[in-house]
């Protein structure tokens, strides 16, 4: 377990200052910091699908590019739709011929009844084959309707904001109902960790988060805390400004309040070197002393630097500064 100290925290009074005197050492109360691997991730992560099958004839992104919601990312064509279009276009020409003629027929129909040449049976069996027809060109165009919204949906649409993550498919490639074109990350990035199940009730939202990417060191908030535990270990999320976005899924190393602990702190200007040993001046029995002493992590507060004696003085202990 690698176990680090914040070398600014924020609120920490420690027990000195920068004035010359002397000091009663007392414990003071430090977090516990455990160091992981945060992983920057878009917070929505969604799937541009085709929605027909066919062969991508135009593909107008590329990992990397930024899209809007509604954007035309591919085309999908396929070709049978064409020849569906024009089929139903030659059903509904001849449609249309049968119906002029079946108009025809009834118009006759309705002179002669009226010189008794013909029957009303006749003239009523004229008018159901004209509503047959022209149901008939009502479903034909309907059907028609479909095919035409069918290729039309053959453009593949950008799902909503975002950056392009990836692009499994390439031009010419054939593709099924429902495939992946794109992989869209959008709603923001943010930082995702994976901490060890022991220290589950030890996170805190909200709780202040030290990182460290790309050379610079950020702080960050614990923004949500997942309910479920997966492979012993509890996903949360983290927040953070100014964070290095070009690339997604880069691992950055967090640090981030699993406890905290009592522990004994003096100005560094306290210490003396010499030999390779650390030695800090005490008062015992009104003289000064130099007692050594075994350091720990440096903690600053308030511009006061100071630093953890792991072994050597004790709480009570007045130690001499500078």
Same mark, same amino acid.
């Given at each position: 377990?690698?176990?680090?100290? #914040?070398?600014?925290?924020?609120?920490?009074?420690?027990?000195?200052?920068?004035?010359?005197?002397?000091?009663?050492?007392?414990?003071?109360?430090?977090?516990?910091?455990?160091?992981?691997?945060?992983?920057?991730?878009? &917070?929505?992560? /969604?799937?541009?699908?085709?929605?027909?099958?066919?062969?991508?004839?135009?593909?107008?992104?590329?990992? $990397?590019?930024?899209?809007?919601?509604?954007?035309?990312?591919?085309?999908?064509?396929?070709?049978?739709?064409?020849?569906?279009?024009?089929?139903?276009?030659?059903?509904?020409?001849?449609?249309?011929?049968?119906?002029?003629?079946?108009?025809?027929?009834?118009?006759?129909?309705?002179?002669?009844?009226?010189?008794?040449? *013909?029957?009303?049976?006749?003239?009523?069996?004229?008018?159901?084959?004209?509503?047959?027809?022209?149901?008939?060109?009502?479903?034909?165009?309907?059907?028609?309707?479909?095919?035409?919204?069918?290729?039309?949906?053959?453009?593949?649409?950008?799902? $909503?904001? +975002?950056?392009?993550?990836?692009?499994?498919?390439?031009?010419?490639?054939?593709?099924?109902?429902?495939?992946?074109?794109?992989?869209? $990350?959008?709603? +923001?990035? %943010?930082?995702?960790? !994976? #901490?060890?199940?022991?220290?589950?009730?030890?996170?805190?939202?909200?709780?202040?988060?030290?990182?460290?990417?790309?050379?610079?060191?950020?702080? $960050?908030?614990?923004?949500?805390?997942?309910?479920?535990?997966?492979?012993?270990?509890?996903?949360?999320?983290?927040?953070?400004?100014?964070?290095?976005?070009? %690339?997604?899924?880069?691992?950055?190393?967090?640090?981030?309040?699993?406890?905290?602990?009592?522990?004994?702190?003096?100005?560094?200007?306290?210490?003396? *070197?010499?030999?390779?040993?650390?030695? /800090? &001046?005490?008062?015992? @029995?009104?003289?000064?002393?130099?007692?050594?002493?075994?350091? @720990?992590?440096? #903690?600053?507060?308030?511009?006061? !630097?100071?630093?953890? #004696?792991?072994?050597?003085?004790?709480?009570?202990?007045?130690?001499?500064?500078?």
């Amino acid at each position: 377990m690698i176990r680090r100290l #914040i070398p600014l925290l924020a609120g920490l009074v420690l027990p000195f200052s920068s004035q010359a005197g002397t000091l009663t050492v007392e414990p003071v109360t430090i977090p516990e910091l455990k160091a992981v691997y945060g992983q920057v991730e878009a &917070r929505d992560s /969604v799937l541009a699908r085709a929605r027909i099958g066919g062969t991508i004839v135009e593909l107008r992104v590329t990992e $990397g590019d930024t899209v809007k919601a509604g954007d035309v990312i591919a085309a999908v064509k396929d070709e049978k739709i064409d020849f569906q279009i024009k089929a139903v276009d030659a059903q509904l020409l001849g449609l249309a011929a049968s119906l002029r003629n079946a108009l025809a027929e009834l118009d006759r129909a309705e002179r002669l009844i009226r010189s008794g040449a *013909t029957t009303a049976q006749r003239r009523d069996q004229l008018r159901t084959e004209v509503d047959v027809l022209r149901n008939q060109i009502a479903a034909t165009e309907a059907q028609r309707s479909v095919l035409v919204q069918q290729e039309s949906e053959g453009e593949v649409l950008a799902p $909503g904001d +975002g950056r392009v993550l990836k692009v499994p498919v390439t031009r010419e490639a054939v593709v099924l109902p429902g495939e992946v074109v794109a992989t869209i $990350g959008g709603g +923001g990035f %943010f930082l995702r960790l !994976a #901490i060890p199940e022991r220290h589950a009730a030890a996170l805190k939202q909200g709780a202040a988060i030290r990182i460290t990417a790309a050379g610079k060191a950020l702080t $960050g908030a614990l923004a949500k805390i997942y309910p479920q535990i997966e492979n012993g270990r509890v996903v949360a999320d983290v927040e953070v400004r100014d964070l290095d976005t070009q %690339f997604v899924n880069a691992r950055v190393l967090v640090e981030l309040p699993v406890g905290s602990r009592q522990a004994i702190v003096v100005p560094r200007a306290a210490l003396v *070197t010499r030999s390779g040993i650390d030695f /800090v &001046r005490v008062s015992e @029995g009104g003289e000064t002393v130099e007692r050594a002493v075994v350091t @720990g992590q440096p #903690i600053d507060s308030d511009g006061v !630097a100071g630093i953890e #004696i792991l072994t050597g003085l004790a709480a009570g202990d007045i130690v001499v500064t500078p």
